[in-house]
């Protein structure tokens, strides 16, 4: 019974996000069936929805959502109600052409800014429920902003009550992602300078880190907005964000040095120091990924300084010796970019210490992530 139980919570642990969503999607589109049946509302489907639609993986991203869908769908109703009462279609020819004239420019909107298309369906609802049911157009247009108001009320409600998911933490764990995703590609790339590089890998390692900043940058900006919201306290996530992508930038300029493996005098002489930098370099980023997951202090970064100290040194001593002039003009190029990238990854090291820092200082409250 011990070890049933034990598994079973070994497999719901890593879904707790997903089980909480679920949760409050459940109870925001049954509160808000309730809530409209109470009102006596004329068509509850639309605050079910809209209450779906609202409840969100977080609570930034629920506020973003309700207010998106708030706003187009008053503007929706507020037009298709202006068609459905100026505009004459009693007859179905003219109905095509009511509906055209509602939905073109609203279209053309959502087009330009997706976040309203809610308005394009709002005045399609209005223009069209009064040929259906016997319906006032200027009641359909009411109805319809309080159905979804009851929506987006229920949902965002559930959203800060029921296991509400904050963006900040999300936002920690999906650095910490990029953080073992950009170590992976570090070691890979620094590894193929003396045993040769697996391209396929590499290619893969590197559209996972572009598509995890990705995400973070939408998390983050949903934390942001928690943030301005008085929601949630703690540093701005912005200067994270933007720290991985100089770090992103820095592997890729690694990724062009290192096309080739290092011709063998090279490798003879640079092996031993690049593969302390390697272990160096990509403990460290494991270690700050580590950090931000618990929100604690960052790791020292003496030993990845000094392992690059140790390899500008065995560096300065080549071209010293005149090895590099021996190179063609391609592998020469490849060996000064890859100086150069060491040297911006460096730096970068440098501010992702004072990133981890920010979010690791005793007394900063730990934000709970669902």
Partial sequence: MTANRTRLLSQ????????GLALRITLAALLALGL???????????????????TQTSVGRSLKTAGDYFVGTIGGAVYG??????????????????????????ALLAAIKPSLNVATVTA?????????????PLASAIDRVLEVAVGAA?????????????????????????????????????????KGL???????????????????AEIGAEAQRERNAGLSRGPDAAPLVRTLLRLRHDLVMVGRAVTTPLPPPLQERLGAAIDNLRTAATSHLFACAEA????????????????????????????????????PGDQAERFFALGFAMEQLHQNFRDLEMRVTEWGQPGKPETRTV
């Fill in 36 to 54: 409209a049946q109470s009102l006596h509302l004329h068509l509850p489907l639309w605050a079910v929805l809209t209450a779906i639609i609202v």
């Fill in 81 to 106: 109600g202006a068609i459905t009462i100026f505009v004459p279609h009693h007859s179905e020819l003219a109905l095509l052409g009511a509906l055209a004239l509602a939905v073109a420019p609203l």
């Fill in 198 to 216: 697996d391209n396929d890998a590499l290619h893969r390692l590197q559209d996972g880190i572009g598509a995890s900043l990705v995400t973070l």
């Fill in 292 to 327: 931000l997951r618990g929100r604690h202090a960052p790791p020292p970064l003496a030993p990845m300084e000094q392992a690059l100290a140790v390899y500008t040194a065995e560096v300065a001593a080549v071209r010293r010796d005149g090895l590099i002039r021996a190179l």
């Fill in 124 to 136: 399609i609802i209005v223009l069209l429920v009064p040929t259906i049911t016997k319906v006032e």
């Fill in 154 to 194: 229920v949902g965002l409600a559930v959203s800060f009550v029921v296991l509400p998911s904050r963006a900040q933490g999300q936002a920690l764990a999906a650095a910490a992602r990029s953080l073992d995703l950009m170590a992976d590609a570090l070691g890979a790339l620094l590894a193929g300078l003396t």
């Fill in 12 to 19: 719901w642990k890593p879904r707790r996000p997903q089980w």
